[in-house]
């Protein structure tokens, strides 16, 4: 080697400065300018209507006779309350954006379940009658009757042992054990104030729905800008503000979480017993709270089905599609069981009764089939805000037209288990409320294509959406005590 060239060898490395953060290139799939003013002129048409009370957008009380009662809390007012929140939002979104990559993930994903709780505790703040609305709403018996429940028992072995739907009071009379038991430790631990801080606790757990909405969002892409902008989109949903503090905010979660396990349970090739073992131990919770969330069994039906064809239809795939269900009924079967055999709680006498209670309410209802499977639609995406179904559209007949790629069978299935849960008519009612484990399908696809939007265009519809979140929450009156 040349002394020149011992010399240059000798040079220090240059270091090379870390690159700016990339700006995603605007998608060629996105929605067209014609499209978002659209969506944006159907949100801002809508938001003026519940400002003020025109026609029968709280519910078509004429149609159903039943709807949203109006109330005045003060758009203004409310607007104040949710601008902060929003604005940690709009901070996690351009960050996401930007690809920013000296941010963790877990500081993005703790602002988001900030910001929502933010949002649930503020919009009672802003409430007039303040956080008493709380306890107000958990201890009274009209509003859900768990609480009311929880205060009768006296010796908890006894009770399960005779739990019967018919015993119980308001919404208790249609569910099984679980709501009354949780709160049933807080009247344990806190007495009459145990309904505050158990409705406080609700909200709590709610708001680790966008943590668990980014991790459902995998499924469909591993991309961490649209995961995070579907977690921040469920984040604003309405029907997670509006129904604080019910149970049927955490119902969600219940959902996403069985999903996820069993659809893993399916696609992986070595561990898939433990996602099957783990969906077995959620199903058993989940159902322990609430019998609607067994029609989450749609989607994995057809999933399954879907699931199978693609893998060919082998010996292995259709053993596979048997196994991985049967092992998670079999557990969630078996500490049905264990259940059973140490307190007497008869699981299945129980969903017995709650089905003919339920019967009872929908006859009570008297709401006209061939009405409710369109007003039932109406109210769930009212709960989504409304902008979510002109997005749904346009990115179901981008589909249709074959100009998208990626996991669009989850999507439509998504879109076909809805529609089961509809046209059954199971779950007629309040489905801003009793729907609200199915948003998680609604938000993915939504947020996939909120994610291929410009910056501006995007900042416009998640605006639009706290915009609406807030009209809403100052207009209608979702749960009173």
Not at 89 to 117: F, M
Not at 141 to 168: C, E, K, V
Not at 419 to 431: A, N, Q, Y
């Amino acid at each position: 080697m040349s002394v020149k060239a011992q010399k240059k060898s000798r040079r220090p490395a240059v270091t090379q400065e870390a690159p700016e953060p990339r700006i995603a290139l605007p998608d060629p799939n996105a929605l067209s300018v014609h499209q978002a003013w659209v969506v944006l002129a159907i949100g801002f048409a809508f938001g003026v209507a519940v400002l003020y009370e025109w026609g029968q957008i709280n519910g078509f009380p004429a149609l159903t006779l039943w709807g949203w009662p109006w109330q005045d809390l003060g758009s203004l007012q409310i607007g104040l309350a949710l601008l902060a929140p929003f604005l940690l939002i709009a901070a996690v979104l351009w960050v996401a954006h930007r690809g920013e990559p000296r941010i963790p993930l877990w500081i993005l994903l703790a602002t988001l379940a900030a910001a929502q709780l933010a949002i649930e505790f503020f919009s009672v703040l802003a409430d007039p009658r303040g956080l008493e609305r709380i306890s107000a709403i958990v201890s009274s018996a009209n509003a859900t009757g768990y609480f009311t429940d929880a205060q009768r028992i006296q010796h908890i072995r006894d009770w399960m042992a005779h739990f019967l739907p018919a015993n119980l009071t308001g919404h208790a009379q249609t569910h099984p054990a679980g709501p009354i038991l949780f709160y049933y430790v807080f009247v344990k631990l806190f007495g009459q104030d145990g309904a505050f801080w158990g409705g406080c606790a609700v909200g709590l757990a709610a708001s680790l729905g966008p943590l668990v909405m980014y991790g459902f969002a995998g499924l469909w892409t591993a991309d961490r800008n649209v995961r995070l902008v579907a977690a921040a989109f469920y984040a604003l949903l309405p029907g997670m503000t509006v129904f604080f503090p019910e149970f049927d905010q955490i119902y969600s979660i219940f959902s996403m979480l069985l999903i996820g396990a069993l659809v893993k349970a399916l696609n992986l090739s070595r561990g898939w017993r433990v996602y099957a073992f783990a969906a077995g131990a959620i199903a058993f919770v989940a159902t322990f709270f609430a019998y609607n969330l067994l029609m989450i069994g749609a989607f994995l039906l057809y999933y399954a089905l879907w699931w199978w064809w693609q893998a060919g239809r082998s010996r292995a795939a259709s053993l596979r599609v048997l196994e991985a269900p049967a092992i998670a009924a079999a557990v969630s079967g078996l500490l049905y069981l264990l259940v059973w055999a140490t307190t007497g709680y008869n699981a299945l006498e129980a969903f017995r009764h709650s089905l003919h209670a339920q019967a009872g309410v929908n006859q009570h209802m008297g709401r006209h089939y061939g009405i409710a499977i369109f007003t039932d639609v109406y109210d769930f995406f009212l709960a989504a805000g409304i902008i979510a179904a002109p997005i749904l559209w346009f990115h179901l007949r981008r589909q249709l037209k074959g100009r998208e790629a990626g996991a669009a069978a989850l999507t439509w299935i998504g879109v076909a288990t809805v529609l089961t849960v509809d046209l059954s008519g199971l779950l007629r009612g309040e489905t801003a409320r009793v729907w609200l484990f199915l948003q998680p399908l609604l938000v993915v696809p939504v947020a996939i294509e909120l994610a291929r939007l410009r910056w501006n265009w995007r900042l416009a519809m998640f605006t639009m959406q706290w915009w609406l979140l807030v009209a809403i929450k100052a207009k209608m009156s979702f749960v009173e005590p």
